[in-house]
T-cell receptor, first 117, second 116 residues
Framework: AQKITQTQPGMFVQEKEAVTLDCTYD???????LFWYKQPSSGEMIFLIY??????QNATEGRYSLNFQKARKSANLVISASQLGDSAMYFC??????????????FGTGTQLKVEL | AAGVIQSPRHLIKEKRETATLKCYPI?????VYWYQQGPGQDPQFLIS???????DKGSIPDRFSAQQFSDYHSELNMSSLELGDSALYFC???????????????FGPGTRLTVL
């Protein structure tokens, strides 16, 4: 079974600074996908960024970038120029193939990010 | 762009009652997933449907059942509700035809179920 580990239950960052949220994973499947989702206090799950196991370059989406180190099995999310609206819970997730032919997402325990003035 | 729609957004039930949660996936998405997120927990996969057929089951209790209809909407039926069923229930949909290289799952806003 696949496993996602997020070791930072909570993080604080000052507005306009960059912050790195850690994520490590464990899988025996050579083909996998890694996702980051943002969950504000309102509860919705917002897709941020994706990294495929065969992607040669680190993914970037606006202020979000993924520091993918395959040999170390880590996929850290970097948020640049933090904004107050970035305060939320952030989940790292891995797409896992299932026996029925489909797939599911396995989530880490999340990191609560608080952006301060 | 159209998103995943879930109804109701909030639901309050008593123990031992039943509940039905509805999900309308993004048009032309062929796969629907249900997740349960308990308070302070990460989402846990319950069940998925591909082209209206159940494809995989996760940690879904026997008291729960789900189906996907001909119009692709899905319903999660929950019977004999327990206090521990209080959670945020997400539906997600994805396009697994290969049109999207990510096959990312787009989540609905969730249904917050409270069992009293």
């Amino acid at each position: 079974a696949q496993k996602i580990t997020q070791t930072q239950p909570g993080m604080f960052v000052q507005e306009k600074e960059a912050v790195t949220l850690d994520c490590t994973y464990d899988t025996s499947d050579p083909s996998y996908g890694l996702f980051w989702y943002k969950q504000p206090s309102s509860g919705e799950m917002i897709f941020l960024i994706y990294q495929g196991s065969y992607d040669q370059q680190n993914a970037t989406e606006g202020r979000y970038s993924l520091n993918f180190q395959k040999a170390r099995k880590s996929a850290n999310l970097v948020i640049s120029a933090s904004q107050l609206g970035d305060s939320a819970m952030y989940f790292c997730a891995m797409r896992e193939r299932l026996t029925g032919g489909g797939n599911k997402l396995t989530f880490g325990t999340g990191t609560q990010l608080k952006v301060e003035l | 762009a159209a998103g995943v729609i879930q109804s109701p957004r909030h639901l309050i039930k008593e123990k031992r009652e039943t509940a039905t949660l509805k999900c309308y996936p993004i048009p032309r998405h062929d796969t629907v997933y249900w997740y349960q997120q308990g308070p302070g927990q990460d989402p846990q996969f319950l069940i998925s449907f591909y082209e209206k057929m159940q494809s995989d089951k996760g940690s879904i209790p026997d008291r729960f059942s789900a189906q996907q209809f001909s119009d692709y909407h899905s319903e999660l039926n929950m019977s004999s509700l327990e206090l521990g069923d209080s959670a945020l229930y997400f539906c997600a949909s994805s396009d697994n035809t290969g049109a999207s290289s990510y096959n990312e799952q787009f989540f609905g806003p969730g249904t917050r179920l409270t069992v009293l």
